[in-house]
Nanobody
Framework: QLQASGGGLVQAGGSLRLSCAAS????????ISWYRQAPGKQRDLVAR???????VSADSVKGRFTISRDFAKNTVYLQMNSLRPEDTAVYYC?????????WGQGTLVTVSS
């Protein structure tokens, strides 16, 4: 139901845009969020939409990462700017509402110093 893409290798200070394409069975992109998991660490929330549809980012990425969406394409994006080596992780998109909880397959982002 979710297909994440856009990861890769980038130098510190660079940018990447991740995409999460949702299938037609996903009723609302408002419930799609981005998480990341660095090696040996827990999976953490990176960005999401509020109930009202406003973008919210974790403190660790605030001002650098932005979640957005294209309603026509049923796709959610994560624009990542000013990347740092500590942003290196597998990034996952997730759909979660009161009934369902789906994860995308993850896309690896590696930031070199």
């Amino acid at each position: 139901q979710l297909q994440a893409s856009g990861g890769g290798l980038v130098q510190a200070g660079g940018s990447l845009r991740l995409s999460c394409a949702a299938s037609g069975s996903i009723p609302s992109t408002n419930y799609i969020s981005w998480y990341r998991q660095a090696p040996g660490k827990q999976r953490d929330l990176v960005a999401r939409f509020t109930y009202g549809g406003s973008p919210v980012s974790a403190d660790s990425v605030k001002g650098r990462f932005t979640i957005s969406r294209d309603f026509a394409k049923n796709t959610v994006y994560l624009q990542m700017n000013s990347l740092r080596p500590e942003d290196t992780a597998v990034y996952y998109c997730r759909y979660s509402d009161y009934r369902n909880d789906y994860w995308g397959q993850g896309t690896l982002v590696t930031v070199s110093s």
